[in-house]
């Protein structure tokens, strides 16, 4: 029996130093999540050493014990695979590297066209091909499918003909990655609140992309604008900064690109379509050597049961606003002047601006989390001080689920929600719209 512990003693000894040596040499922005770990086996290390030393008795109630929270950690590993749909072991055609070769297959297949939209150094559409259906991406166990509206959005053009009830500004979650027509977000408050809303979602967009994306494409404002603040917009925003066409729509208030004439639009689209067309000439083969095996590395590593219970104790040492987050403090200021921006064009306009906070993937108890822990603060503190409507998904998360794999991609727990979770999100819009009415 001694030889059983001795030899967890060990483990735990060398686990706890594996793990110290991995945050030291981790990047910046990730330090303190793998030392965060090394502390539950510090804490073996202590409980295992003392029962090293007790009698025969003890050390045998150890060992069932310890089996017990085993098999329970597994048996619940084993639930949040199931439960998420997530496979132990997968093809090449499972994998994101293969994800380009059957992409175009299906493109082909549905005689479809690929979610491209074109930036350049003097012209930016903000959007992709206008009028048609487009393959967007695979997140689950299928490729998205929408149709385009006649700016290239992921609408149905006829929400372009009417009273315009609310604007839903935003990334990739607006956009609709990686659900299929009906199933992202805005589709969801047409449904559930019988609303015309326009979906302004495009993938990879910060602040200064979506700001512009409204003033170009918006003449009649509407009733409410909600933008959906991503917790990587600050890293998009920072790229967006450098570029000189879109920093003419900080530096002039009335610059624009006209980018609703048809004229532009037909050049818009002839650009995307050479794009389109480059792309599906490209020869790409299935890469054979993708790891089969990695979800299953994963499972045997207890990798969801970590986050848990490392989510469990996140608050343990994060304090709401003690935290040096120099690393985006200025950046975060560019965000304050252009939400500014936009609240003085809605306020003149009668519109209202609702702040939408949907939470990212982090490595709890590192540097990033501490930084999106106090630019959360800040953003929630900045937007009473303007008395601007909030509605804080990850803390109605937090109220209604333990983890929410069921809420999210298969392929992308903790990134892009799935339609239910698409679903959860639409229902709080509603929900706060109800309220105010």
């Known amino acids: 029996m001694k030889k059983l512990i001795g030899l967890l003693i060990l483990i735990s000894l060398l686990s706890m130093v594996f793990l110290i040596v991995k945050d030291f040499k981790a990047i910046e922005l990730n330090k303190g999540y793998y030392l965060a770990q090394s502390y539950f086996f510090l804490i073996f290390f202590i409980f295992s050493t003392i029962v090293f030393f007790s009698n025969k008795n003890i050390q045998i109630y150890f060992i069932l014990i310890l089996g017990s929270i085993i098999c329970a950690f597994y048996s619940f590993e084993f639930y949040l695979f199931k439960s998420g749909g997530i496979k132990f072991f997968t093809t090449g055609k499972d994998h994101w590297q293969n994800d380009i070769v059957f992409h175009k297959k299906e493109i082909k297949k549905k005689n479809a066209f690929s979610p491209f939209s074109l930036i350049n150094e003097s012209l930016i559409s903000f959007s992709g091909l206008s009028n048609v259906k487009v393959v967007h991406c695979k997140e689950s166990d299928f490729f998205s499918v929408y149709d385009s509206d006649r700016y290239g959005f992921n609408n149905p053009d006829h929400v372009w003909d009417r009273h315009i009830d609310l604007v839903i500004l935003g990334d990739s979650f607006i956009h609709g990655n990686c659900v299929n027509k009906g199933d992202d977000i805005t589709s969801q ?11 302004l979602g495009w993938s990879n967009t910060g602040t200064l992309k979506q700001y512009a994306r409204f003033l170009e494409y918006i003449e009649n404002y509407p009733n409410y604008i909600f933008w959906v603040y991503y917790e990587n917009d600050l890293d998009d925003l ?16 009335d ?19 050479e794009k389109h067309f480059n792309y599906m000439k490209e020869s790409h083969i299935i890469d054979t050597r993708v790891k089969s095996y990695s979800n299953f590395i994963n499972f045997l590593k207890l990798y969801k049961t970590r986050q848990v219970l490392l989510s469990f104790f996140k608050n343990i040492t994060f304090n709401k606003n003690n935290q040096n987050s120099s690393y985006y403090d200025n950046l975060l200021n560019e965000y304050f ?71 999210y991609a298969k392929h992308s727990f ?16 509603i929900e706060y719209l109800s309220n105010k009415d």
């Open 189 to 199: 408050v047409r449904k559930i609140g019988n609303l015309n809303a326009i979906n």
């Open 414 to 429: 903790g990134q892009h929600f799935n339609e239910e979770g698409y679903k959860f999100v639409a229902e709080n819009i």
């Open 255 to 273: 610059f624009r690109q006209n980018l609703r004439s048809e004229e532009k639009r037909m050049e818009i689209d002839k650009l995307i379509l």
């Open 238 to 253: 920072k790229k967006e900064l450098n570029h000189k066409l879109l920093k003419n729509y900080l530096l002039d208030e």
């Open 337 to 407: 002047f252009i939400f500014d921006k936009l609240k003085k064009r809605a306020d003149k306009n009668n519109s209202k601006i609702v702040f939408v906070y949907l939470p990212a993937f982090k490595y709890y108890f590192s540097n990033k989390a501490k930084y999106f822990k106090n630019i959360k603060f800040k953003l929630i503190e900045k937007m009473n001080k303007e008395n601007v409507g909030i509605i804080d998904i990850e803390k109605k998360l937090n109220e209604k689920f333990i983890l929410p794999v069921h809420l």
